[in-house]
């Protein structure tokens, strides 16, 4: 069963900072791994989909890498923002019985920017 | 508009009711989820379905069950079976129920509450 661990739980910085996010799973044959961000009592909002054969993706601010072999994806944020304060998860999507597509969801990283 | 709706924002049950959240989209995504959402914890897979007519168990569909007799709409009944159903809900839905690829939109969420 696929597990998926984010690391840290919770992190408060200063405005301006670089941050790192880490995601970390069990199973490397997956099928692609996605960034959320979820904002209090809302739902998530796409961020950023890595495809097994990529090692990165980019948009704005935000890079993602992802290393199937040791198991871990990576997301960095630039200059970080008072905005940007909100729990990120990372979603590891692999194949599952009869040729599904299954999402198995890490726990989140809490953030906190202040200004 | 295109995208995802979820309602009622907010429910209240009685200890021995069943109740259905309703999950609607016009993004014509062949693929819909449900996920439950416990404070501090990520996102746990209740069912999914990747075409009409079908659909399949996640890790903890006991005390849930669902239809999909449409392609645009996936509803979620919580059972009285359900020992503990007092959480956020979520649906979601991605493009194609083939590939591994693409991206999953979520909705709002449900926030059921037991009394």
């Known amino acids: 069963k696929q597990e998926v661990t984010q690391i840290p739980a919770a992190l408060s910085v200063p405005e301006g900072e670089n941050l790192v996010l880490n995601c970390s799973f069990t199973d490397s044959a997956i099928y692609n791994l996605q960034w959320f961000r979820q904002d209090p009592g809302k739902g998530l909002t796409s961020l950023l989909l890595?495809?097994?054969?990529?090692r990165e993706q980019t948009s704005g601010r935000l890079n993602a890498s992802l290393d199937k072999s040791s198991g871990r994806s990576t997301l960095y944020i630039a200059a970080s923002q008072p905005g940007d304060s909100a729990t990120y998860l990372c979603a590891v999507i692999f194949r599952g019985p009869g040729g599904s597509y299954i999402p198995t969801f890490g726990r989140g990283t809490s953030l906190i920017v202040h200004p | 508009d295109g995208g995802i709706t979820q309602s009622p924002k907010y429910l209240f049950r009685k200890e021995g009711q069943n109740v259905t959240l309703s999950c609607e989209q016009n993004?014509?995504?062949?693929?819909m989820y449900w996920y439950r959402q416990d404070p501090g914890q990520g996102l746990r897979l209740i069912y999914y379905s990747q075409i009409v007519n079908d659909f399949q168990k996640g890790d903890i569909a006991e005390g849930y069950s669902v239809s999909r007799e449409k392609k645009e709409s996936f509803p979620l009944t919580v059972t009285s079976a359900q020992k503990n159903p007092t959480a956020f809900y979520l649906c979601a839905s991605s493009i194609s129920r083939s590939s591994g690829t693409d991206t999953q939109y979520f909705g709002p969420g449900t926030r059921l509450t037991v009394l």
């Open positions: 993004l014509n995504h062949d693929a």
């Open positions: 890595i495809q097994s054969s990529q």
